[in-house]
């Protein structure tokens, strides 16, 4: 009857799934919200031999109608003790190339549905004086990156945001967490990323095949994504967590590197690795 409940979005693959069986294995009653119910057999099958307490629920954080149905299901609930915003999905294409509603539809998942999950959770954690919003953002919420600009302002907004939220919830006793990732082996940068691809005769036709091979180049370095939802379901347990946790090979000597050189330096760093041949 006591058992914390956890909610995680986008739990059909990637860091949601594993974050599900992490937290399930760490004693929480695990609520797996995915917008495809179909795609849940991936998890159903990992999980078959295991007595672990997951129920799966669908719940599309762009659509508001699934989310107020996602709010008549807390009722039943009554409490909520986490909350993991997993669900996203990464944009790319040069900025003059990217229609604007691919814009928009980027900030509905990555940002506002983010934002519509959390507020119907707000209320049960503030009544409990107690809770953890754990926000998946990643390297490019610190560090942007060209070629990416819908994914990276997307997350560069979900940072702003979440420190806001940090802050207006401290006082009823509600942690508000980033997790900002590197890059790691998850389908975010195969099935999860949608690319507004250059034609042949477009200007940035050579620079788009130059990004690409740059961000091929470095999949035998990418990560086991079980570090990332790992350390989630221990943030999930910490009594007094820290706002952010960069995780990843190179992350955090990124991140301080681009705060201490000049723009100037970074930008010709930035550059000149992406432009190789």
Known sequence: MNQPIAIVTGASSGFGLLTVI???????????????LDKAANLLNETKNDQLKITIHELDVTSETSINNFSEYLKTL?????????????????VEEVPLEEYRKQFETNVFGVIAVT????????KQGSGKIINLSSISGKVAFPGLSPYCASKHALEGWSESLRLEMKPFGVDVVLVEPGSFKTNIWTTGRQVTSSHENSPYFKQMGKLENYILSGESGFGDPKTVSQKIAKIAKMKEPSLRFPIGKGVKMTIRLKNLIPWKKWESIVLKNVNKK
């Open 78 to 94: 009554g409490r909520v003790d986490v909350l993991v915003n997993n669900a996203g999905y990464a944009a790319g294409g040069f």
């Open 22 to 36: 992490e937290l399930a294995r760490s004693g929480f009653h695990v609520i797996a919200t995915m917008r495809n």
């Open 119 to 126: 507020k119907t959770v707000l209320p049960y954690m503030r």
